[in-house]
Nanobody, 114 residues
Framework: VQVVESGGGLVQLGGSLRLSCAFS???????SMWWYREASGRQREWLA????????NVAESVKGRFTISSDDAENIVYLQMNRLTPEDTAIYYC?????????WGKGTLVTVSS
């Protein structure tokens, strides 16, 4: 099973990024996809979840700025991030939930400069 995040990078205050998470392999039945982030010196923080039935939830801390979506046919989940601030600087991780277990990617770094 491979879970690979991409789309991170350096962005200025107020900018936007769209992260992608592509997953493949013997996944079994995929039922949920999550985005988390981990800033330096802080615990990993849940950001958003979507399911194969398109039930999406976003953490209150980023609601209105972040949106999760997925392309089930292509096995990709996205995180659209708008109005970014330096507090959004972190490594962003994707997790895929299947009936064979949960799988994490290695993360993609987002740095927001002021």
């Amino acid at each position: 099973v491979q879970v690979v995040e991409s789309g991170g990078g350096l962005v200025q205050l107020g900018g936007s990024l769209r992260l992608s998470c592509a997953f493949s392999g013997s996944l079994g039945g995929v039922y949920s996809m999550w985005w988390y982030r981990e800033a330096s010196g802080r615990q990993r923080e849940w950001l958003a979840t979507t399911t194969v039935h398109d039930n999406a939830n976003v953490a209150e801390s980023v609601k209105g700025r972040f949106t999760i979506s997925s392309d089930d046919a292509e096995n990709i989940v996205y995180l659209q991030m708008n109005r970014l601030t330096p507090e959004d600087t972190a490594i962003y991780y994707c997790k895929i939930g299947t009936n064979r277990g949960s799988y994490w990617g290695k993360g993609t770094l987002v740095t927001v400069s002021s």
